[in-house]
């Protein structure tokens, strides 16, 4: 497959969630922040002009938004999947790199943000069949 080197990216998208490991997270939630980078082909978009001919961004933080606020997740890990995922299957994307952060994650100590970041790509979710499945 050849190097996409073309990127849209996604920072800092703020929302509320009920993830987490602790039934207090699940009960009460906390703010969740979602760093996407999505690598596809946007050359015929930049010559045209065409908002059908690249990945409507406004859609990808709707989807994003379902999942966060939707749920729950034990792992942020497992919601990290389920937005690669969903972005997969839903867009002309080619790779998908997913970073959730967790900023107010319950950690006795003194920290800025507890984070996970996955990288998954559209030819290695064909190979495995279906997409993330929730339980």
């Known amino acids: 497959m050849d190097e996409i080197s073309d990127r849209i990216i ?25 760093d996407l980078e999505l690598r596809c082909d946007l050359r015929e978009a ?3 002009d065409d908002l059908a001919r690249t990945v409507d961004y406004s859609r990808v933080f709707e989807l994003v938004k379902g999942i966060v606020a939707g749920g729950p997740y034990l792992l942020i890990e497992a919601l990290a999947e389920r937005i690669a ?18 900023p107010q994650a319950p950690l006795k100590g003194i920290f800025t943000d507890v984070a996970v970041e ?11 069949g279906a997409g993330f499945q929730s339980g």
Do not use: C, D, N
């Not at 996604?10 to 979602?34: C, D, N, T």
């Not at 995922?85 to 967790?102: D, I």
């Not at 996955?118 to 064909?126: C, D, N, P, T, Y």
């Open 10 to 34: 996604l920072k800092g998208m703020r929302f509320y969630g009920y993830h987490g490991v602790m039934p207090a997270e699940r009960e009460l939630g906390q703010p969740f922040v979602v």
């Open 46 to 48: 930049g010559e045209t």
């Open 85 to 102: 995922a969903s972005l997969l299957a839903g867009f002309p994307v080619r790779e998908v790199s997913v970073r959730v952060s967790k």
């Open 118 to 128: 996955i990288r998954r790509s559209a030819h290695a979710e064909r190979l495995s």
